[in-house]
């Protein structure tokens, strides 16, 4: 039953969405709905029942999902005189209220309830899945005690929450129980869940071009007024059919500071590609540098292994095929340019101070070897002395040479 409450103007009811904008929404949605039902065939039923959608899309989640709607109200009512309502009450022991009491005052006082159901009945009679289905398509709308609520999620079943038909409680405490049902029955009903995105039913296809209007701006401030933080939580409005695209009424356009923050998003990702190349470039020019070291640190070995190997050769005297040095010979160049290049490495003396001290050493050496082949040679004439003096016979006692 349609409540008579007073339309307010789209113009005082909408602030950031135009009437105008509203307007031409319902008018291409109405257009395109005689269109569509000129072309296809005639149904069995009259399509007059096709409901008018908001969609609103929000810029964050809701902190908290919600199982029972928001009530939006409107200014036209979506029921019709001859819509069927059921109201389940609660008859546990404790209840004050007993079927017979809550079927008379529903007719004395004119309640839009045409059945009332009981929670031991809903318990017993409606447990199978069909029956729950049958009930939910039965009737339109349904309200239930508010004593009872936690408990009809598990009684009623998924179908009801699938078709959006959950109970609106009623204080049955308070004897205002008509204006609680209407009021309900004049509203629309937002679900917010977990998602950013919610429909609401707003208006009929079969209603007059006006009402849809006024339906919608109503629809569109309530919302705003549910919402935590008004038109800053709303990114958007949409108008539709169930078939048809989605109109837009309003829509936040993106803040400069994003695209600011994008820039520098990129800006930093350049810096750090700048970066990475740099380092790169570092590393390699260490590595060259490494290989050079290596190939240095090589030669040097090698130089000090010739050197050593022509200090033994020095020291000896002899080389690898056995052959003594002469006196005469001079230094070989071969010899003297690692140990010079070493010198001049170290940075301690010239070239000729080198050159002096190598001269002196061989001479050393020279001098050491003359002594010793001296030596070996006054070693070798005493020996020979000795054996050319005459020895004397034992027997004859004359002197005699020994034998060679």
């Not at 017979?100 to 899945?129: C, G």
């Not at 729950?132 to 005690?145: P, V």
Request: proline share 5%.
């Amino acid at each position: 039953m349609a409540v008579a409450i007073p339309a307010v103007a789209p113009s005082a009811t909408v602030e950031k969405v135009s009437p105008i904008t509203v307007q031409q929404a319902v008018d291409a949605l109405l257009k395109w709905k005689n269109s569509k039902s000129e072309t296809e065939k005639p149904k069995l039923f009259d399509s007059d029942d096709e409901f008018v959608y908001l969609v609103l899309t929000l810029n964050k989640l809701p902190p908290k999902s919600r199982v029972n709607a928001h009530k939006i109200q409107l200014p036209h009512s979506l029921l019709s005189d001859f819509s069927e309502h059921c109201l389940i009450i609660d008859d546990r022991p404790k209840s004050n209220h007993t079927k017979e009491d809550v079927q008379t005052k529903i007719k004395s006082e004119n309640i839009p309830v045409s059945k009332v159901l009981k929670l031991s009945k809903l318990q017993s009679n409606y447990r199978p899945f069909e029956a729950k289905r049958k009930l939910c398509g039965s009737y339109h709308m349904f309200f239930a005690d508010k004593g009872v609520i936690p408990l009809l999620p598990r009684l009623l079943g998924k179908h009801f929450f699938k078709k959006k038909k959950i109970p609106v409680p009623v204080d049955l405490k308070h004897k205002n129980w008509k204006e609680q049902i209407e009021r309900a029955c004049s509203s629309a009903f937002l679900f917010l869940r977990t998602g950013t995105c919610s429909v609401v039913r707003v208006a009929k296809v079969s209603m007059e071009r006006e009402e849809i209007v006024a339906n919608v701006a109503a629809a569109i401030n309530g919302i705003v007024e549910l919402m935590p933080k008004g038109w800053g939580s709303v990114r958007s409005f949409h108008l539709k059919l169930l078939d048809s695209l989605a109109l837009p009424l309003y829509q936040v356009i993106p803040d400069m500071k994003l695209k600011i923050e994008g820039a520098k998003r990129k800006e930093e990702a350049k810096e750090e590609d700048k970066y990475v190349q740099d380092k790169k470039k570092e590393v390699a020019k260490k590595d060259l540098k490494v290989g050079k070291k290596k190939g240095r640190i090589h030669e040097v070995r090698y130089m000090d292994d010739t050197i050593g190997h022509e200090h033994i050769q020095d020291e000896s005297g002899v080389e690898e095929d056995g052959d003594v040095e002469e006196e005469g010979d001079e230094i070989d160049e071969m010899t003297i340019e690692p140990v010079l290049d070493k010198k001049k490495r170290k940075g301690s003396k010239t070239d000729k101070e080198v050159l002096t001290e190598l001269n002196s050493e061989k001479k050393l050496k020279k001098a050491a070897k003359n002594k010793d082949k001296s030596k070996k040679d006054g070693l070798s004439s005493k020996r020979k002395k000795e054996n050319d003096l005459p020895t004397k016979d034992e027997v004859s006692g004359k002197k005699k040479k020994k034998e060679s």
